[in-house]
């Protein structure tokens, strides 16, 4: 008989295996920039700034961008007469684990010209910070945040860059990040402590504590009318 108790929980936590795709750095995809009107043009004008390009699901076109150009390059696609990217669809991130980098994911959509485009900007886990879009995208700010909290990406200049689904005291780290534990990291006895002693005010800013004021205080009469008659009003 096998001496292997290894569970399904065990493998999840542990994450997925690494693959030789996974690991590959960006690249072009050959012949593939002609069958989307922005990548030759992004390609053209940004040199090096553009560090690959891929097609996935057969038509979602993907450009990797230097981190360090993520505003230069993203304010063209938004500004240019010939791109309009108008609608900021979502900011999300991606960690495929095994000390790879991560994957900050803009996903942009063209309202006048009815196209999508997805750009990507790898970063290293020794510098997880990138400059916010919020000066471009007043959307941005709360996806930023979602991001901030969930993979502890840092975006410079945000103009309030603070946890947004966890409280802000949280210890265990950043749950969407594969190095986070399936069960936390703390024991379900320490979580339950932690989670009985949390004192409700930390959930609020103190400036938004003073505009609330005090909470307010019901007291309830010692005995409760009677039920209305049937039919009264």
Known sequence: MSDDTTGSFDQVERGP????????????????AGDHPSVGLLIERFGDAIVGHEVNSGDQHVVFVDPARNTEVLA????????RYDFLVDVTAVD?????????????????NRR???????????????????SLWKSANWLEREVYDLFGIHFDNHPDLRRILMPEDYAEGHPLRKDFPLRGR??????????????????YRDDLRAIGGEPAVVTLPDELPETLAEGES
Do not use: M
């Not at 690494?18 to 995809?29: H, I, L, T, V």
């Not at 980098?101 to 063209?110: A, F, G, H």
């Not at 997805?118 to 510098?127: F, G, S, T, Y």
């Not at 320490?190 to 930390?202: G, K, S, Y």
């Open 17 to 32: 295996e690494a693959s030789a795709e996974d690991c590959a750095k960006p690249a072009f995809q050959e012949g593939a």
């Open 76 to 83: 063209w696609l938004k500004e240019d007469e010939s791109q």
């Open 96 to 112: 495929y684990g095994r000390g790879q980098p991560l994957e900050v994911v803009y996903q942009l959509w063209s309202i006048p």
């Open 116 to 134: 999508a485009l997805r750009i990507k900007c790898r970063l290293d886990l020794a510098a997880l910070r990138i400059e916010s879009l919020t």
């Open 186 to 203: 703390f024991s379900r006895a320490e979580q339950t402590r932690r989670a009985l002693e949390q004192n409700p005010d930390h959930q």
